[in-house]
């Protein structure tokens, strides 16, 4: 006799087989088969994200990988959130930092979990630096002290303490105009 199932969960099943008998042989039951399923790994790997610097942190979220049994997570036996959080927040320059997941809420009897980082990328914030209107006399040099600019963006107290500046009509032979 054989018998084959995928709709077993994890854990210690007990089988016997019965035999109802026949005109040749008498009715039996075999003694009890402990089979033990164990678990299987489902894989929630962090999604990548981007925010821009000084903006808050977006929402993170993640995926599965790794059900059996032409399972999904909607068809599955696993209930509740993996907590996910990264290390950066509005102030934290550009680059990137960890999304790490961790077992939250997270349950199954017939999973357990690993977990993959994903990466959030602190991407730079658009700042405007304008410069400011300036005359001269022909004949004299004008002399930038980087400070003759106005700029929009800065947040987080950033500031600007000079920028470079230059003009063709700098030079103290610029034509009038």
Not at 113 to 136: E, S, Y
């Amino acid at each position: 006799a054989t018998f084959n199932t995928s709709l077993v969960s994890s854990g210690c099943h007990k089988f016997t087989a019965t035999y109802t008998g026949d005109t040749f042989y008498v009715a039996v039951t075999s003694t009890v088969l402990v089979q033990v399923v164990d678990t299987t790994t489902l894989t929630v790997t962090a999604d990548d994200k981007s925010t821009t610097y000084g903006d808050s942190n977006v929402v993170f979220t993640y995926t599965f990988s790794g059900f059996v049994n032409g399972q999904t997570l909607a068809t599955s036996d696993v209930t509740g959130t993996a907590d996910c959080a990264t290390t950066a927040t509005n102030t934290s320059p550009v680059g990137p930092y960890p999304i790490t997941c961790t077992i939250g809420s997270l349950t199954s009897n017939n999973y357990t979990f690993t977990f993959v980082d994903g990466t959030l990328t602190v991407t730079p914030k658009t700042l405007i630096i304008t410069a400011d209107n300036q005359g001269k006399t022909y004949g004299f040099t004008l002399t930038f002290l980087g400070t003759e600019f106005t700029s929009v963006g800065l947040i987080n107290a950033d500031t600007i303490t000079t920028v470079t500046l230059t003009s063709a009509g700098a030079a103290a032979g610029a034509p009038n105009g």
